[in-house]
């Protein structure tokens, strides 16, 4: 549900959200998340100001649909676009199971963008935050699995470290979990050093390749 106006970033993000709800593409979602992006790093008066000029789709990441969603939120009404996806696809995704769905405050298996995912850490956090939940662990793919952009370990140490930052900012509002979903090798070993996979809270092991292995393997 929607008030009667929005704010221009607010509706971008919103937007974003309702289209990865219905499995849009990554691109049209990522559209979105970037011109909000693009706005969250301008002086708040210079928005209504590009509006009134035309010049919005002069910055980068804004483009036709974009600029729309940001002129009619800027006119104080809520985006045509918006309100189509609020009307289209917001409502339950299926039937049944409310009650527990209220019961769970958390997430234990999730992609971002650093791996096969299609949402940046800090949307994921947010949008987590937004529903009631109160922790999301971060569960992208090890490295052997090149198809999904998996981490090395320079990356997973990189992505601890912005995990961290997150987690000190939030306080305890929220706690993003340190996790990685780690291969299964052909020996039986995992796809991640065991000095990295000791920083972790949780491990995931998986097997993507070779899953017709005997028992005694």
Known sequence: MISMSIEPVDALRRIAFLLERSHA??????????????????????VPERVAKGTLKQLPGIGDSTATVIEQAVAGSIPDKLAELEDTVAGPLATGGESMRKLLRGDLHSHSDWSDGGSPIQEMVATAMEIGH????????????????GLSAERLQRQIGIIDSINGALGDAFTLLKAIEVDILDDGALDQSATMLDQLDIRVASVHSNSRWSRPR
């Open 25 to 46: 593409s990554t691109y049209r979602v990522k559209a979105y998340r970037e011109a909000a992006t693009t706005l969250l790093g301008l002086p708040e008066d210079q």
């Open 134 to 149: 109160d922790y999301l662990a971060l569960t992208d793919h090890s490295p052997r699995l090149k198809v999904a952009n």
